[in-house]
């Protein structure tokens, strides 16, 4: 099976158009997996340049981002998540940045048909909180030009960029996916390892749900 998934959230707007700096979407992740003769790739990519989530936990910590991944109120771009807490607010950019965002603006707009297009509700209809708006599609390749062909096809492809020559400073290339299985693989077999920031943003919600922490750590 090969599966594609898209989402967005109407209710929210955190990623400005290309050539904008007022928020119209949301970073609206496109992900996909299918087969190969191996592991399979499985990629989950935000159309904007970085996601709500690392936003708000570099925020917490006092970090800034690896380079001007936002615009400030003025349109500005910036390396500091703080400015989409201002007010007003700042906004993401579009997946690309400042030389290419209008190839993540485009996708955006892609997921905003595939999800709230197809839905017939969605930004143009009254906010109702939280309202994430999924398409979903699963694809059986012997449909098309038979599952072997698909797998035969996909298997070779994956070989050829494997067996592409890393450039400088890389030891091999990777996979969509691949990283992820690897460290679920680990986990599996030695737990999982938690970032710093999580268990403090945890402790507040345990004692106010009676949760014991250890419990959460078992």
């Known amino acids: 099976m090969m599966v594609l998934l898209t989402c967005s959230d109407p209710t929210y707007r955190s990623v400005a158009p290309f050539g904008g700096r007022g928020g119209v979407f949301t970073p609206n992740p496109i992900a996909a997996a299918w087969p190969t003769d191996g592991e399979p ?6 159309m904007s340049i970085t996601t709500n989530s690392l936003t708000s936990r570099l925020q917490a910590e006092g970090k800034r981002y690896p380079g001007n991944w936002v615009f400030d109120a003025e349109g500005e771009p910036s390396d500091d998540p703080a400015v989409m807490s201002a007010d007003p607010p700042g906004t993401l950019m579009p997946l ?17 048909a595939l999800t709230g297009g197809l839905a017939g509700h969605g930004r143009a209809d009254p906010k109702e909180g939280w309202g994430a708006s999924v398409f979903l599609q699963v694809m059986h390749p012997a449909a098309f030009g038979g599952a072997e062909g698909f797998r035969r096809q996909m298997a070779h492809l994956a070989a050829e960029c494997r067996a592409s020559p890393p450039r400088k400073g890389v030891d091999r290339v990777r996979l969509p996916g691949e990283a992820a299985l690897r460290r679920r693989a680990e986990q599996l077999a030695q737990g999982i390892e938690l970032h710093p920031s999580i268990l403090p943003a945890l402790r507040p919600w345990a004692g106010k749900l009676g949760v014991r922490m250890d419990a959460i750590l078992e």
Do not use: C, N, Q, R
Not at 96 to 112: I, M, R, T
């Open 41 to 46: 790739v499985i990629l989950d990519i935000s």
């Open 96 to 112: 690309g940045g400042l030389d290419s965002g209008h190839k993540g603006f485009a996708l955006a707009l892609l997921v905003e």
